[in-house]
């Protein structure tokens, strides 16, 4: 004799044992129906199957507060979440003197790189964004960082059913994909409205979130940010925007750069493995009628996420990376304030650690996506590339960005003074002797110039 209601010995539940079992059984007594918590409801479709919801019923509820979208998450709630979370303190769009000294500071910022670095500016637009604008101006990226993480939870959860189940609950998949993507873009968007209160710029968490060649800075979080330490404002602005055009300077003149980074994130995201089994302990608390019981469940982490081999992959490039862009900017503009700049050095160490340790929105979006955006070893990424450039100069330096098979690895940062430390400062190369010498590099020596003689062994 079964103990579970609603099911017999002669007509099981086909949905027990996997964590829908909580939430239709959840779902079918909130509608009102029969025996088993509404299951198998009289005129429903479930009639007559017994552990089967009243799906006319339920869709009909559910409706009530779903609204149709494209994809795997609402976009429209992302924005909408994002932008109430920003507006929560004041947020007022920048003056026409704040748009001005943001572009006078960039055009200054990439004079002064010109002398650091052979690669020419990458800025086309200078922007002064509100909170806001950022989330309005980044939201295109941030799609394909996010989809194929909400991709991998939906498609979980359907695969979790069984097979004759799936075939009974054809409709209801469809609605719990839409369910999974609500919460998702709730968490999303509280995630992304958290760290427009704390970037600085379009580029601030080492991605490329912004337009191509548009370099934009947050004036409101600068004011903030500038009332923290002992430097005047005009310095903090002028040294934002060097880091800010530097970024912009290696994005434009690194084409595979911006794909190589954003592909790692999405690559995360798609390797995501979610342990199902273990969200039905936390379905069972849900009210499946009230979405901001929803909202919390997931919030507390609705989904176990482990990282495959493939995840755990994609994770490491893209922390390397990051590392190694920042590194770069941190070389590159504190090269250029050397002899201009006083307070660069201040201002150097506070950038660092607030990049090292993350802030509290950067934590946020750590716990919902499972991934962390600051460059865990920057330091040491700064301290190759100073090292390179004394031995090699900045054709040296920046030639390393030519392919990402030159780029140093993780077990590079750990000796970053020993980063082709045997390698003799460049010599000067006709473009195809260069470029021959790259196709060596990494394709292996040209069997036709070896010196072997056709039919020699």
Not at 57 to 77: K, T
Not at 273 to 295: C, F, W, Y
Not at 353 to 366: D, H, L, S, V, Y
Request: glycine share 12%; net charge negative; charged share 20%.
């Amino acid at each position: 004799m079964s103990n579970n209601p609603g099911e017999s010995p002669d007509e099981p539940n086909p949905f027990k044992g996997t964590p829908f079992e909580q939430i239709f059984s959840a779902l079918g007594g909130a509608l009102g129906g029969g025996p088993g918590g509404g299951f198998g409801a009289a005129g429903g479709p479930g009639q007559g199957v017994p552990g089967m919801p009243d799906l006319s019923g339920l869709m009909s509820q559910m409706q009530a507060f779903m609204q149709p979208h494209d994809g795997p998450v609402n976009w429209a709630v992302v924005t909408d979440v994002a932008r109430k979370a920003a507006a929560q303190t004041p947020d007022p769009t920048p003056t026409q003197a704040q748009r001005d000294a943001i572009a006078d500071a960039v055009r200054l910022a990439d004079h002064w790189l010109d002398e650091t670095t052979d690669f020419p500016s990458g800025v086309t637009t200078t922007a002064a964004w509100s909170r806001a604008e950022w989330i309005v101006e980044t939201t295109d990226v941030w799609k394909r960082l996010v989809e194929p993480l909400a991709g991998s939870a939906v498609g979980a959860l359907s695969n979790a059913l069984p097979e004759d189940a799936r075939a009974m609950a054809g409709p209801l998949i469809g609605m719990l994909g839409k369910i999974t993507g609500a919460m998702v873009a709730t968490q999303v968007g509280q995630g992304v409205g958290a760290l427009s209160g704390e970037v600085l710029g379009a580029s601030d968490i080492g991605l490329p979130l912004g337009p191509d060649g548009k370099a934009a800075l947050l004036p409101g979080n600068i004011d903030a940010f500038a009332g923290e330490l002992d430097v005047s404002a005009d310095d903090v602005l002028l040294y934002l925007a060097l880091r800010e055009a530097a970024h912009q300077r290696l994005f434009a003149n690194v084409p595979w750069l911006r794909e190589h980074l954003i592909g790692a994130v999405a690559d995360y995201g798609r390797g995501m493995e979610i342990n199902v089994s273990g969200m039905e302990e936390k379905l069972r608390e849900i009210d499946p009628m009230n979405p901001m019981a929803m909202q919390s469940a997931l919030e507390g982490g609705l989904f176990d996420l482990s990282k495959s081999p493939a995840q755990q992959a994609a994770l490491d490039r893209l922390e390397i990376t990051l590392a190694l862009v920042e590194g770069w900017v941190d070389e590159v503009v504190g090269q250029a304030t050397q002899e201009r700049m006083p307070a660069a050095t201040k201002l150097q160490e506070s950038v660092r650690r607030r990049r090292a340790a993350g802030g509290p929105a950067e934590q946020t979006f750590a716990s919902l996506v499972g991934l962390e955006l600051r460059p865990r070893r920057l330091r040491d990424a700064s301290t190759l590339w100073g090292s390179l450039r004394t031995r090699q100069g900045t054709e040296g330096r920046d030639g390393v960005w030519m392919h990402p098979d030159l780029l140093p690895t993780a077990a590079d940062l750990d000796d970053p003074l020993g980063f082709r430390e045997d390698a003799a400062a460049p010599l000067s190369l006709s473009e195809e002797d260069f470029d021959a010498g790259l196709r060596e590099l990494l394709d292996g020596p040209d069997p036709d110039q070896s010196g072997d003689q056709p039919g020699q062994e």
